[in-house]
């Protein structure tokens, strides 16, 4: 696909009984990331909340997803965009974004989202 990559594994590797093996797929997971020079365009220090971002020439949406059965506080990191104010469409909270981080509160399977003001 143009200058791309694509890495096909032909196996299941996430639907592994054993807790132990998940571990391995993981690093192998993340050695494939790292060999290849890819990184993600939005991503939280909390593997149990999951983030998204949409976005096009004017706006940018973020989601945040709360998988767990607890709060947490997470710093999400977007890749291109350093600064800015992340409106909450809900509340219309506004969180700062510095160095392309921002912090905030993900409530028990909750979701977050914003719309990033350029």
């Known amino acids: ?25 993981s690093e192998l997971f993340k050695k494939i990331i790292s060999e290849n020079a890819v990184a993600p365009a939005i991503a939280t220090d909390n ?15 973020v989601f945040l997803l709360n998988q767990d059965k607890r709060s947490h506080e997470v710093c999400t ?25 921002f912090t905030t509160l993900v409530d028990t399977k909750r979701a977050r989202v914003f719309m990033l003001d350029r």
Not at 48 to 61: R, Y
Not at 79 to 92: Q, V
Request: proline share 2%; net charge positive; glycine share 10%.
């Open 47 to 61: 593997k149990n909340v999951k983030a998204t971002i949409l976005k096009n020439d004017e706006t940018s949406i």
């Open 1 to 25: 696909i143009g200058k791309g990559k694509i890495v096909l594994l032909a196996t299941y590797f996430t639907q592994n009984d054993n807790p132990n093996e998940l571990g391995n797929t």
């Open 77 to 101: 990191t977007l890749r291109d965009t350093l600064s800015g104010k992340l409106r909450d469409i809900r509340g219309n909270e506004m969180v700062e974004l510095k160095n392309g981080r």
